[in-house]
Each structure stands twice: as structure tokens, then as C-alpha cells.
């Protein structure tokens, strides 16, 4: 057909370029080693050979030793590695071997310090309550025997010795902070008078502790100074005799107070010490 190459024309032409380029290839080569032939004969390019031999045998050795060079710089990095990871592990056991002695000698310390202490508060204990059975069966011997009061009878017994005396307490013997008071709270261990707290209560002492302004004026209506008069009266004869059957009263007084911790309280002062 006009216009197409058939294709063994096509497969020819392949086959002729193909067949040129090795005949090309093959006259290069050998034109490549007939040169190379001559210039091996050649002293000078003998030498040049030699001198890029020996160049590249120091350059391969000059590799080498760069690479060895690396490689035990490397080692040593490691090892100084090593040694320091190994010198801070010491370093840091031995600093809980120290925290652990530390906590340790501590601890025993807390433990002997505690130990002394509940000895001591046992010793404390013991002697006190030795000391108040020595009271007891001296103020058994003098309620029985009479006489004068023995010399243990006679002391002043201390909320806190040591601390700063309660000044509410030694004038009214009451505080209103009671037993939780900082200060020192004294008394007698023996005395003719008596102290009943809050003993005495009337509605009208109770109001008198209040605000004016949240007082309740139907109370006070209802109630009078008369009613209290009264009240204490009652209070009086029915409290009396109790008290006189352990000696004679020589003063009875109940205290009217606007503070609440001193309101009601009674003091029964006896002639004597003792029961007659």
C-alpha cells in the first residue's frame, strides 16, 4: 500500500544501525587500547600511572585512618559515657543511702523521744495518783480525827503551773473560759468555802444578758423583781438545811451577774474546815 513501510524494511533498518554502532563501539576500543598500548610504552606515562597508584593508596590509607580516627573517639565518647552514668548511679545511691540512714536515725529518735515521753507521763501518772492517795487518806484522817489540817492539805492545787495566774479567776474563782483557759487557774485543795456554779437560774437573770433591742418585752411583763425576790427565797430554804448538814454556814450568797459565766453562781462559806 503507498504511504506504509513494510515492516521487514523497518526491521532491517534496525538491524543496520544496531550493526553501527558496534562496529563503532568495536573500532573505539580498539583505538582506546592501541592508545593505551603506546603510552604504556612511554616512560613518562608509566610514571604518571605509578604516582596516581601510589596517590590513591595513601588517599584509601589517609580514609582508614580518619575512619579509625572516628571510631575510637567514638569508643571513648562511649566509655566517658559509661563511667559518667556509672558515677552518678553511685552518686545518687549513695544519696538515698544517706536520706535512708537519715530517715532512719530519725525515726529511732522520734521513737526513743515518744518512748521517753510515755515514760515520763506514766511516771507522772503514778506519782500522781500516788500522790492522791496519800490525800485521800489524809483528808479521811482529818474529816475523822479532826485537829489541824495536815501540811498536804494545805497546798494550792495548779491548772497550768508555771503559766500567768487567771487575774477573773483570783477574784471571782470562776473564768469563762473554764479548763481551756491558757492561763493558770489556783485554788485550794482545802477550804471552808464552796463553789456551785449556775446553781441559781430565774428567767430575769437570763434576760438580763441580752440586747436590748432582741429583749422581750412580754417577759418582762410577766415577771417582776418581786418574782425574783421570791424565787431566791424558795431557792434559799430548800438549799440551806442541805448544806448545813456538813457544818455551820457563816455566809450563803448567790451572785446576780449580767455575765452569763458568773450568773447563778453560789458560794457556802462554813465556819469550819471540816464536818462537825
Known amino acids: 500500500m503507498p504511504g506504509k513501510r513494510r515492516p521487514w524494511r523497518k526491521e532491517l533498518k534496525k538491524q543496520q544501525r544496531k550493526r553501527k554502532r558496534r562496529n563503532a563501539a568495536i573500532t573505539r576500543d580498539r583505538l582506546l587500547e592501541e592508545e593505551e598500548a603506546r603510552k604504556l610504552k612511554d616512560c613518562a606515562y608509566q610514571q604518571f600511572l605509578q604516582q596516581q597508584a601510589l596517590l590513591e593508596a595513601q588517599k584509601l590509607r589517609e580514609i582508614e585512618r580518619l575512619h579509625d580516627a572516628e571510631e575510637e573517639a567514638w569508643l571513648r565518647r562511649d566509655l566517658l559515657a559509661h563511667r559518667q552514668f556509672r558515677l552518678q548511679q553511685q552518686q545518687r545511691a549513695a544519696a538515698e543511702d544517706a536520706i535512708r540512714v537519715k530517715q532512719e536515725k530519725e525515726l529511732i529518735a522520734k521513737l526513743a523521744e515518744e518512748q521517753r515521753r510515755r515514760d515520763e507521763r506514766e511516771k507522772r501518772e503514778a506519782a500522781a495518783a500516788a500522790e492522791f492517795e496519800q490525800m485521800m487518806k489524809c483528808m479521811e484522817t482529818f474529816l475523822n480525827n479532826g485537829g489541824e489540817p495536815p501540811a498536804e492539805l494545805r497546798r494550792m492545787v495548779e491548772s497550768r503551773p508555771g503559766q ?113
Open 164 to 276: 500567768k495566774l487567771c487575774a477573773l479567776y483570783e477574784r471571782t474563782n470562776c473564768c469563762r473560759y473554764g479548763p481551756s483557759c491558757i492561763n493558770n487557774h489556783r485554788r485550794p485543795l482545802l477550804s471552808n468555802i464552796i463553789v456551785v456554779r449556775h446553781f441559781f437560774m430565774h428567767p430575769l437573770l437570763e434576760e438580763e444578758n441580752e440586747h436590748q433591742e432582741y429583749a422581750n418585752a412580754d417577759g418582762n411583763l410577766e415577771l417582776s423583781e418581786q418574782d425574783l425576790f421570791e424565787a431566791y427565797n424558795e431557792f434559799f430554804e430548800d438549799v440551806v438545811p442541805e448544806f448545813e448538814e456538813f457544818g455551820y454556814i457563816q455566809n450563803f450568797r448567790a451572785i446576780r451577774n449580767i455575765l452569763r459565766h458568773l450568773r447563778g453562781h453560789v458560794f457556802v462559806e462554813y465556819i469550819e474546815e471540816r464536818l462537825l
